[in-house]
């Protein structure tokens, strides 16, 4: 089965800290993983794809296959960061998605 | 170019009732699917179709039926309405070509009484 797990439910850092939330995946092909972010009550965005390598609103993700993980890293936290975090997995058609990081950045 | 829309925005529903929560995307993607969003729970796929004509089940299928008639349209039939459907609703698309990810709707906010 295709599995997507995000470790921690809830990350909380300051401002101007730097910030790593957690994506191990489990699938035994070649993987097309996602970042997406949910600011409070709005619809869901897409963040990051690991196929571009590029880097949005100052995050990056690299893939790992030997540690099956697609972590979501920034150098300097800012206040507008704080959101939901969900990484997925694209495979047979379908996107699983993990449970989510909440990110809250402190002043 | 509208993106994905999802109608209504909110629905409070009686424990019982029938109803559709409509999703049209006009940029001619192929895959389209629902998902229900739940604290804690992430979000888990409903249903899910690749192709006008196509649909198939996915994690959380059970109490919703599914149909896919035309490329744009993917509504979504809760057949009858229990408690534990109250959650918000997402339905996403995404093209063939291009790996863009999924683009999701706004959401439907959907309370049963």
């Known amino acids: 089965a295709q599995r997507v797990t995000q470790p921690e439910k809830l990350l909380s850092v300051f401002k101007g800290a730097p910030v790593e939330l957690k994506c191990n995946y489990s699938?035994?092909?070649?993987?097309?993983l996602f970042w997406y972010v949910q600011y409070s009550r709005q619809r869901l965005q897409l963040l990051l794809r690991?196929?571009s390598r590029e880097s949005i609103k100052g995050f990056t993700a690299d893939l790992n296959k030997g540690e099956t993980s697609f972590h979501l890293k920034k150098p300097f936290a800012q206040e507008e960061d704080s959101a939901m975090y969900y990484c997925?997995?694209?495979?047979?058609?379908?996107?699983?998605f993990g449970q989510g990081t909440r990110l809250t950045i402190n002043p | 170019n509208a993106g994905v829309t999802q109608t209504p925005k909110f629905q409070v529903l009686k424990t019982g009732q029938s109803m559709t929560l409509q999703c049209a995307q006009d940029?001619?993607?192929?895959?389209m699917s629902w998902y229900r969003q739940d604290p804690g729970m992430g979000l888990r796929l409903i249903h899910y179709?690749?192709?006008?004509?196509?649909?198939d089940q996915g994690e959380v299928p059970n109490g919703y039926n599914v149909s896919r008639s035309t490329t744009e349209d993917f509504p979504l039939r809760l057949l009858s309405a229990a408690p534990s459907q109250t959650s918000v609703y997402f339905c996403?698309?995404?093209?063939?070509?291009?790996?863009?990810?999924?683009?999701f709707g706004s959401g439907t906010r959907l309370t049963v009484v």
């Open positions: 996403a698309s995404r093209g063939g070509q291009g790996n863009y990810g999924y683009t």
């Open positions: 699938y035994s092909g070649s993987p097309e």
């Open positions: 690991h196929i």
């Open positions: 997925a997995l694209w495979r047979a058609q379908k996107l699983v």
């Open positions: 940029m001619n993607h192929e895959y």
């Open positions: 179709s690749v192709g006008a004509g196509i649909t």
